[in-house]
Nanobody
Framework: QVQLVESGGGLVQAGGSLRLSCAAS????????MRWYRQAPGGQRDLVAQ???????NYVDSVKGRFTISRDNAKNMVYLQMNSLKPEDTAVYYC???????????????????WGQGTQVTVSS
């Protein structure tokens, strides 16, 4: 089992910055992809950014040039630096990882997806 804990959310004025962090712990052999999703009130959970194990990144068009995803493989952490924040960035932000580990019940190595509990980001106009 893998636990993900996000931090760094909060209330910020439009144009401001926040840095989200997500720490992965537990039974981890390796972490492949790491991602940030967000879900606005009444909306669906959408992918914001992702980073592969080798460092290649992808972003949704609405955050390109403003958000930067990064990771620290030694610490099993992923970050999301958010600059020039807009009110439409207001959402709960979720960390998501694909981790290779051994299932405790079956002793089978596999690639599994895990989610954090989310952290609220509110951008005021």
């Amino acid at each position: 089992q893998v636990q993900l804990v996000e931090s760094g959310g909060g209330l910020v004025q439009a144009g401001g910055s926040l840095r989200l962090s997500c720490a992965a712990s537990g039974s981890i052999f390796s972490i492949v992809a790491m991602r940030w999703y967000r879900q606005a009130p009444g909306g669906q959970r959408d992918l914001v950014a992702q980073i592969a194990s080798g460092g290649r990144t992808n972003y949704v068009d609405s955050v390109k040039g403003r958000f930067t995803i990064s990771r620290d493989n030694a610490k099993n952490m992923v970050y999301l630096q958010m600059n020039s924040l807009k009110p439409e960035d207001t959402a709960v932000y979720y960390c998501n990882v694909d981790a290779a580990n051994v299932d405790a019940a079956t002793a089978v190595m596999g690639l599994r997806t895990y989610w954090g509990q989310g952290t609220q980001v509110t951008v005021s106009s």
